[in-house]
C-alpha cells in the first residue's frame, strides 16, 4: 500500500503566506515525480505546481514568482510554499506523487486533499 497525505491548510488573509505539505509512505521502492493540484468548486482540478526526481520544477502561470515547491527525497515529501496569496487561490489542494510500489509497478497516487480559504 502507498498511503500520499497533504497536511498545512487553512484559512488565511489576502497576501499572506502558507505551506503545505505532502508525504508519500508505505511500501514505495521508488518516487519520480511529485505535483500539487487544486481544485475550485465549479472548476475541474487543475496543475498548480510539480517537481520531478532531480528537481526540475514547473508551475501554472497563475502562481509564477509566489508559489514554490520543493522535496526531500530522502523523505518522500514535498511542500509548497505559497506567498501573496489571493482569494482566487482559494481551492482544495491535492499531491499526486508517482511511484512505484515495492516489487510492483508504477502508479499514481493521490491524497485526500487539504483546503486553502483566502478570505478577508
Known amino acids: 500500500q502507498v498511503h500520499v497525505v497533504e497536511s498545512g491548510g487553512g484559512l488565511v488573509q489576502p497576501g499572506k503566506s502558507l505551506r503545505l505539505s505532502c508525504a508519500a509512505s508505505g511500501s514505495i521502492e521508488s518516487v519520480s515525480a511529485m505535483e500539487w493540484f487544486r481544485q475550485a468548486p465549479g472548476n475541474l482540478r487543475e496543475l498548480v505546481a510539480g517537481i520531478t526526481h532531480g528537481g526540475s520544477t514547473n508551475y501554472a502561470e497563475a502562481v509564477k514568482g509566489r508559489f514554490t515547491i520543493s522535496r526531500d527525497n530522502a523523505k518522500n515529501t514535498m511542500t509548497l510554499q505559497m506567498n501573496s496569496l489571493n482569494p482566487e487561490d482559494t481551492a482544495v489542494y491535492y499531491c499526486?506523487?508517482?511511484?512505484?510500489?515495492?516489487?510492483?509497478?508504477?502508479?499514481?497516487?493521490w491524497g485526500q486533499g487539504t483546503q486553502v480559504t483566502v478570505s478577508s
Open positions: 499526486k506523487a508517482e511511484a512505484k510500489k515495492s516489487g510492483g509497478t508504477w502508479d499514481d497516487y
